[in-house]
Nanobody
Framework: QVQLVESGGGLVQPGGSLRLSCTAS????????MAWYRQAPGKQRELVAL???????HYAGSLKGRFTISRDNAKNTVYLQMNSLKPEDTAVYYC????????????WGKGTLVTVSS
């Protein structure tokens, strides 16, 4: 069964922090790079950060230093620690493999909404 379940979003004030979690099924997680993506209202989904199966990381240019991606291979879980949040970080955050998993059908979870507002 292919599954992606994101959690940890919420409402936070500018400058605050959140930690997102995503549990993926073995089919997606095992031996694959994993990533966080986000989609802001009216915008296309974009890559936020990715982490390879060996732990190497890559961040979208403007986010490095504020966001940290990590993974627990024993739990099939990937995390995104977000610090110094800004209103422009408001979006629905999704996790998936990198590139996104497909077997002819594209799989995405429901995502988790992050709202940064005072």
């Amino acid at each position: 069964q292919v599954q992606l379940v994101e959690s940890g979003g919420g409402l936070v004030q500018p400058g605050g922090s959140l930690r997102l979690s995503c549990t993926a099924s073995e089919t997606i997680f095992s031996s694959h790079a994993m990533a966080w993506y986000r989609q802001a209202p009216g915008k296309q989904r974009e890559l936020v950060a990715l982490i390879t199966s060996s732990g190497s990381t890559h961040y979208a240019g403007s986010l490095k230093g504020r966001f940290t991606i990590s993974r627990d291979n024993a739990k099939n879980t990937v995390y995104l620690q977000m610090n110094s949040l800004k209103p422009e970080d408001t979006a629905v955050y999704y996790c998936n493999s990198a590139p996104p998993y497909t077997n002819g059908i594209d799989y995405w979870g429901k995502g988790t909404l992050v709202t940064v507002s005072s």
